[in-house]
């Protein structure tokens, strides 16, 4: 029987690939490392199946344990400052490790212009592999690469992540509260400058869609799609910040999270302040700092990722889902009624 361990299988991304996992591979044995027990109990509630593991990035020794049992080792987790983890998660595995890393590595300064290159992760591999160590993802992306010497390792580096996903614990995107917090600062909708810059977007199910045909390759022992050259973006369209923005900003008014659909032209460290304090924002407050996940979220609004997945398209993948800019009102409405449920616990 194929014995799967997973790392981050509660995630947003991770969440949907447990499904796929889940629904297309029944026999298989899946051991999902989750945070505690409260989190195991719902997942086992949804998949009597899945065995969970209880620990966290600090377990190393646990997670080294259960990759070397494991034929084949999902990872959707944080990668950035989880080195040790990753590495023990390497060391255990025999045969494939599947890792989750981001194209922030590739963006460019927060300047919401149009001025962008198209980023191939087949034609510009060279330069994809040999980053420097100062970009996002890099230190990490690098320590998977290395490994290629004695298991088959591959990684996934996606763009922004949309839709809804079947996870018990993050059925909306990460960069959701950042987006909200934000429009409800300015009350209005906003962009860097014109919002002219490109964005990769893809849907939660598409991109699980590419961890599920990993799973495939490495069931049927196919050698083709790993080593230090599998680099998948995981990206299905390029559309500019103006173009999502002005989809958003109607589902926001009608969701009473802004008062108007106008637009308000900002800086990113501007849309960095208001993206941390929502509704008490003003100007006077102090940015976050320059490496916090507020700022990084600001940061994104104004740059460019624009992404052409080929290798993934090469091993037969196609995006299924439409347009992201579809999925904008169930994923709010799911984000503000979940909100809703947590302040209403607050309150009793
Ligand atoms: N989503 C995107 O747009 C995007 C784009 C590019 C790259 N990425 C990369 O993909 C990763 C996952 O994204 P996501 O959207 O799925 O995030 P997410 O919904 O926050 O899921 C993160 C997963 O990792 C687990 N986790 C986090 N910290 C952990 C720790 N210290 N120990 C053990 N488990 C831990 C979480 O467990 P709990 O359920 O206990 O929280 C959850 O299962 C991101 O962190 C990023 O590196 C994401």
């Excluded at 949804?46 to 990759?67: H, N, R, T, W």
């Excluded at 598409?206 to 390759?217: G, Q, R, S, T």
């Excluded at 589902?251 to 802004?258: A, C, E, F, R, S």
Aim: aromatic content about 8%; charged content about 20%; hydrophobic content about 45%.
């Amino acid at each position: 029987m194929t014995q799967i361990f997973f790392i981050g299988g509660t995630g947003h991304i991770g969440g949907a690939v447990l499904q796929k996992l889940v629904e297309n591979h029944p026999d298989a044995s899946v051991i999902v490392l989750v945070r505690d027990d409260r989190k195991a109990q719902r997942l086992v509630f949804k998949y009597p199946q899945v065995k969970p593991l209880i620990g966290d990035l600090q377990s190393f020794d646990l997670i080294e344990a259960a990759s070397l049992e494991a034929d084949i080792v999902i990872n959707t987790a944080p990668d950035i400052t989880h080195d040790k983890a990753i590495e023990s998660a390497i060391n255990g595995s025999k045969c494939y490790y599947i890792h989750t890393s981001g194209a922030s590595i590739i963006w460019d300064e927060p300047e919401g212009s149009r001025e962008a290159r198209t980023w191939d992760d087949v034609a510009d591999i060279q330069e994809l592999t040999t980053m420097e160590l100062n970009k996002t993802h890099s230190v990490t992306d690098k320590l998977v690469r290395k490994a290629a010497a004695y298991v088959n390792v591959a990684i996934i580096s996606p763009g922004f992540v949309g839709g809804m996903s079947p996870s018990i614990e993050h059925p909306t995107p990460i960069t959701t509260p950042g987006i909200v917090l934000t429009a409800r600062a300015f009350k209005t909708g906003f962009l860097i400058a014109q919002g002219e810059n490109e964005h990769a977007w893809i849907h939660v199910e598409d991109l699980a869609n590419m961890y599920l045909l990993l799973v495939e390759k490495a069931l049927a022992s196919d050698q083709s799609c790993w080593g230090e050259e599998a680099y998948y973006f995981g990206a299905a369209e390029n559309i500019t910040f103006s173009d999502a923005m002005h989809s958003l900003a109607p589902v926001l008014l009608k969701h009473g999270v802004i008062d108007s659909t106008k637009m308000q032209s900002v800086d990113a460290m501007v849309a960095a302040k208001a993206s941390m304090y929502g509704d008490s924002y003003t100007e006077e407050v102090v940015p976050p700092a320059a490496d916090s996940w507020a700022m990084h979220i600001a940061i994104l609004f104004g740059i460019n990722m624009r992404l052409r997945a080929t290798g993934m398209t090469k091993l037969g993948w196609k995006p299924q889902k439409g347009p992201i800019v579809g999925t904008f009102d169930e994923v709010l409405s799911s984000f503000l009624r979940a909100e809703r449920e947590a302040t209403d616990k607050d309150k009793a």
